[in-house]
Every structure is written in structure tokens, then in C-alpha cells.
């Protein structure tokens, strides 16, 4: 089982203070990029592995989904989804991302944003996702990116000049990685790219479109911090399908 | 055109000098794993690109394949396959890769060992690529990793208790680096490895498999400097089918 960490008051309480908490989708700077790869909703069956405060599967009920299921290991985040919407094509499911157990053929689109690199076992967990979508469905969804994840002591080196420089090390070495963020002793599953990729191969879906997440010029304008995320991607977008 | 740095005599001189140029394939820590993406070749047709000494078409000879044709910008390395075989089925063509005239639907595989990375119009070459092969037919191709390529200063940093790290930056900057490897002033295309990969899908072709390739426990056994090559990986094996 995943550790989960949202219910952890500590980490609640940082993460409650994120943009991507408080504004919701426009506040996370990849949500264009992600949308962009999503599909037409309207009439379609939606599942979000990782849902947190929902605020995309409300986005998709808005879009015209037929029907949007949220799944979340965190009590803490599904009260805040469940207080947020009376929409009776929303619901919010309790449940380990590493253990699903999804109806067949349910789904057309899986979506998932920074939440599969808390999963222990991704493999059950994609076969399962891949069970339940329809043929031609679509699977779409964020990690953090592997060298991101790799280090052993994440953060920038910085030298005289200013420059920033991101130290890799045990890229090839996957398995859990524990790191402090918002608390202490977060746990991260760390996979290399070609590990994401393969096992999407492997349990017979196509790869779409891949995308190590920057940010835009127009978004550094706006907010110069971002400048640095182009010395090494922060994310990894994933589309496939069926 | 791309700079035909092969034909440079100092470099000539010091990649003559590499185990992979003096053993051949098996002096090439990732042969191995390329070679299990390679389809049977009997009677099958094969272009390799950036053929250098030509090792890979006798090979691809032996195996069976109907004709190989080699391709290589460097005159030097042209001269020193054909000196090296005397077989009917293979024959060596001087070309720029990213000027390739490649017949129409000419192959069933087009092979591609380290060169790419030196190629401007990468999608241009491989546009032709896509081209020349057969439906069904497969490109299987290693480069020099991007998280290799990328910094503005490659090489390790050494920690006090001899920790190695690699620095990343400039990862989602694509273009050219500059590198002293062999000589000075190597010119090398540094792109993403989503760049890779979305390239290939707009071209038409289906992602098959991919490596970001490390040494195996048996490999560093035999040879322990091989282990810090798992801290970054130093190639990416692409295998896609038309």
C-alpha cells in the first residue's frame, strides 16, 4: 500500500497552500499542456486516479462527461472534493491507486496528475487501468519526471555566476526515493522515462505524445521563477491509448 | 550539412583507438541491448546509418540479409569498410545524414549506432527514413542520451566520499553543444528525449521499445568502471516500427 501522506496534517496543511490547491487547474503551470493532449469529454465516461480536491473531475463534468469517478487514498481530500460539487455525475471513490480494482470497459479516459509516482505497484495498477478502458479510450497523466526523482539530495546547485545546475545521480536505480517536502519523509517511487514508457508498451497500449513539461516563454514572463525549470524538466506528461 | 568531424585527423586517430573501433560490436557496452531489438534478418534488406568502420553490415551479413547498405559522411571510415570486406551484398555509399535520398519503400530495417546526434535535420533524415522502409519495417537507433548531452560543462562531480553526480542544465534548451571528446569543438545536437519520441510519432512510426541504457550487474563485474554509467545513462536505444 502507497504511503499516504495527504492525511498527514503537516503535509495537508502545505499542500492546502499550494496555487494548485487554492486556484485549482490554471494554478498548476502544466494544466495547458495537459489539457491540450485531453480529448472531447462530452458524453464520455471519466476516471481520475488521484483525484485530490477534484478539481478536475468537476473540469470534466463541465466538459459534458457523461459520468466522472475521483478516486483518492485521502480521506482529507475527498471531504474537500465531496463539499465542493452537488453534481450527480461526480462521484468520489476511496480507494489504494496501487490496488484498483475497476470495472471492465468502463472508462474512456483514465486521467491521473502527479499522483502514479506514489504507487508502488504500477504495473498492477496501469493493467488495471488498461482493463477498464474502452478500446480507442485514452490514458493521460502526469509524474513527477525521473530526474526529478533521481537524486539522492534533490535541489540546485548554484555557482557564481547563478547558474543553476540540477545533480543527477542513480538515474538507472528505480525504487522509492524519500525526500522533505511540505513534510518530512515523503516517499516517491522514482522510474526511469524508458520504465513509464515500456510497461505502457508492455500491457499493450500506443503511445500518443510525450511530454517533459517546461514552462512557455509567456509563462516565465509572467512569473520569472519558472525560468529555472528549463535547466531540467519538473514533469513528465504521458498520453496513450488503447 | 553536419560537421564531419570523423575525417578531423586527431580525432580519427583517437576514435580508431576506441574499444569499438578495434573490437567491433562486442567492443560496445550497448550492443547487446540493440541487438535484441533487431528482427531476424534473413533476406531482409538493411541501411545503416553512420556506418563508420562498417562492423554492423557485416554483421547484418552474416545474419543473412539480402544487401546492407552502409551510409557515412567520412571518407576515412568509408575507405576503411570497404578495405575490410569483400561480400556482393554489401556496398558503402558516401552522404550526409541529413541529406538522404533514400529509395522508396527500400528497406525492412534501417539501423543507426551514435551518429544521429550529429545530425541537424533530424527530421528531415528521418522523414526519408520513414520513407525507405517497408509497412512493418523497423528503425532501431542509439544516440548519446540527453541527460548526457545536454550540460554546458558534461562530467562528473566527485563528492568527498567519491559520490558521483552528473550536472543537468539546459535539458529543455534543443540545439547544438560543443564538447571536447577526442578534439576540441565536437559539435553534438542535443535534443529531448521527448523530442526524440514525438518526432517519430508525427512521422508516422509506433514506439516498439525503449532504453535508456546502463551497464548490467555482469557487465560491471567484468569491467567495474562500467558502474558510474548507472548514475546517468550515457545512450538511448529507440526501436519503432513503420
Known amino acids: 500500500m502507497a504511503q499516504n501522506i495527504y492525511d498527514d496534517p503537516e503535509f495537508f496543511a502545505g499542500y492546502s497552500r499550494l496555487p494548485r490547491s487554492l486556484v485549482g487547474l490554471n494554478g498548476a503551470p502544466e494544466w495547458p499542456a495537459l489539457r491540450a493532449a485531453i480529448p472531447d469529454l462530452r458524453h464520455s465516461k471519466v476516471v481520475d486516479l488521484g483525484c485530490g480536491y477534484g478539481w478536475f473531475c468537476r473540469w470534466a463534468a463541465q466538459q459534458g462527461a457523461a459520468w466522472v469517478v475521483g478516486i483518492d487514498i485521502s480521506e482529507k481530500m475527498l471531504a474537500r472534493a465531496r463539499a465542493a460539487t452537488t453534481d450527480a455525475a461526480i462521484s468520489f471513490v476511496r480507494a489504494d491507486l496501487g490496488r484498483l480494482g475497476l470495472a ?23 493493467a488495471s487501468v488498461h ?5 480507442g479510450g485514452s490514458l493521460i497523466f502526469s509524474v513527477e519526471h525521473p530526474i526529478f526523482t533521481a537524486p539522492r539530495r534533490p535541489g540546485w546547485l ?10 543527477i545521480n542513480g538515474y538507472l536505480i528505480e525504487g522509492p526515493r524519500q525526500t522533505d517536502w511540505l513534510t518530512k519523509e515523503v516517499i516517491k ?54
Chains 1, 2 share one sequence.
Do not use: C
Not at 486521467?111 to 504507487?119: C, D, E, F, M, R
Not at 482493463?131 to 478500446?135: G, M, Q, Y
Open 131 to 135: 482493463r477498464a478502458l474502452v478500446a
Open 189 to 242: 517511487q522514482h522510474r526511469t522515462l524508458a520504465g513509464y514508457v515500456n510497461l505502457l508498451l508492455q500491457l499493450g497500449f500506443s503511445l500518443s505524445h510525450i511530454e517533459e513539461w517546461g514552462p512557455t516563454g509567456e509563462q516565465i514572463a509572467a512569473r520569472p521563477s519558472l525560468a529555472d525549470e528549463r535547466q531540467r524538466p519538473p514533469f513528465l506528461l504521458i498520453a496513450a491509448r488503447k
Open 158 to 167: 548554484v555557482d557564481a555566476q547563478g547558474h543553476k545546475t540540477w545533480p
Open 104 to 126: 471492465e470497459g468502463a472508462f474512456d479516459l483514465a486521467y491521473s496528475s502527479l499522483a502514479l509516482h506514489y504507487v508502488m505497484d504500477l504495473s498492477g495498477s496501469l
